[in-house]
């Protein structure tokens, strides 16, 4: 700690005192809690999804999205989930909230209550590469 301290004051880099941490065992950090075995979403992060009712607007589906977005790396195939959620905020499209965009709010907030742990990569454990793309989204997945 005592090297990045060093380091930051020679480039003038200043930390502010009450947002400097050391010494725990996690870090809350862009929506993020980072720990020694890996990172996991920030609950509260999860909540907001979780307890958001249902959209009204394109407006508010974007919102959604945005949030969805933001944590994307910890739910599996979310361009496969989020495809109904997508086709209803283009501009040439009229705004119609029906049984698909429902079935995908729910699936999504599922799929938000069972947010894998991402762990830290390890060069000695076996890789796994699996790539998939169809009309609705690409997906790419390095899995050990």
């Not at 589906?61 to 361009?79: A, E, H, Q, T």
């Not at 590469?129 to 989204?137: L, P, Y």
Request: hydrophobic residues 40%; positive net charge; glycine residues 4%.
């Amino acid at each position: 700690m005592s090297k990045v301290l060093e380091r930051a004051r020679s480039v003038n880099i200043k930390f502010n005192p009450d947002k400097l941490q050391h010494r725990v065992s996690e870090v809350k950090y862009v929506g993020q809690i980072i720990y020694k075995s890996g990172i996991k979403p920030d609950l509260d992060h999860i909540k907001v999804i979780l307890e958001m009712p249902i959209p009204k607007s394109k407006t508010e589906v974007r919102r959604l999205l945005g949030m969805i977005n933001f944590l994307s790396k910890f739910i599996p195939n979310v361009s496969k989930v989020t495809a109904p959620l997508r086709e209803i905020i283009h501009e040439y499209v009229e705004f119609n909230w029906g049984k698909e965009q429902e079935m995908s709010f729910e699936n999504i907030k599922e799929l938000f209550t069972k947010t894998p742990i991402l762990k830290v990569f390890s060069a000695n454990d076996e890789i796994v590469i699996q790539c998939d793309s169809s009309k609705d989204g690409l997906c790419k997945l390095l899995a050990q």
